[in-house]
């Protein structure tokens, strides 16, 4: 079993729809958790951290689920710079623990007119 | 933009071959870490550095090596290169290592083809 799973998606949209991406991971050690976005052949780069309480960044909201090890990423109001593909991100920086970041395989999102 | 540079942007090597790859952090950072990324896939660790010492080290041969110098700059080594190393690598740079929730800033990667 992978440590981080994603939806396998991809998922096609028209603008303004809204879409959730779900993600599961395996290790109850993880701190950290945190969403990136990666556009075609560019490295990932950090949309959001997830805390424990949730939370929201413009049409962005997120949320963690501890006890289920589940994390989820809402995209309301989708707009076509939205397209990209996007990863779920663990971590168990904290102590004596290195700062690894574990990926998901990533969804693939595409935002049509 | 993240301020974290690599080079070079991409690089060609015959099975074998050594390579040599570089980063410079993010300003006021001391932490780097390196991925390896294959097509489709997410990013694998594959080591991090701390103030010049490697401080973990993800499921990768000794081949792969690395260096942080004094200004936190780092290269990635890799030696006698195989096919399947084929990869965009990544290095991430972040501020402290052993807090909670810290976060990496990545550069625009290497992208390395090796025939």
């Known amino acids: 079993r992978k440590e981080v799973e994603q939806d396998p998606g991809p998922f096609n949209v028209p603008e303004g729809a809204t879409v959730a991406f779900n993600c599961t991971y395996s290790n109850s050690a993880s701190q950290s958790f945190f969403w990136y976005r990666q556009d075609c052949r560019k490295e990932p780069k950090l949309l959001m951290s997830v805390y424990s309480s949730g939370n929201e960044d413009g049409r962005f909201t997120a949320q963690l689920n501890r006890a289920s090890q589940y994390i989820s990423l809402l995209i309301r109001d989708s707009k076509l710079s939205d397209s990209a593909t996007y990863l779920c991100?663990?971590?168990?920086?904290?102590?004596?623990?290195?700062?690894?970041?574990?990926f998901g395989q990533g969804t693939i999102l595409t935002v049509h007119p | 933009e993240t301020g974290v540079t690599q080079s070079p942007t991409h690089l060609i090597k015959t099975r074998g071959q050594q390579v040599t790859l570089r980063c410079s952090s993010q300003s006021g950072h001391n932490t780097v870490s390196w991925y390896q990324q294959a097509l489709g896939q997410g990013p694998q660790f594959i080591f991090q550095y701390y103030r010049e010492e490697e401080n973990g080290r993800g499921n990768f041969p000794p081949r792969f090596s690395g260096l942080q110098f004094p200004n936190y700059s780092s290269e990635l080594n890799v030696n006698a290169l195989e096919l399947d190393d084929s990869a965009l690598y990544l290095c991430?740079?972040?501020?402290?290592?052993?807090?909670?929730?810290?976060?990496?800033?990545f550069g625009p990667g290497t992208r390395l083809t090796v025939t």
């Open positions: 991430a740079s972040s501020l402290e290592v052993g807090s909670r929730g810290y976060e990496q800033y």
């Open positions: 991100v663990v971590s168990r920086a904290g102590g004596t623990s290195y700062g690894k970041l574990t």
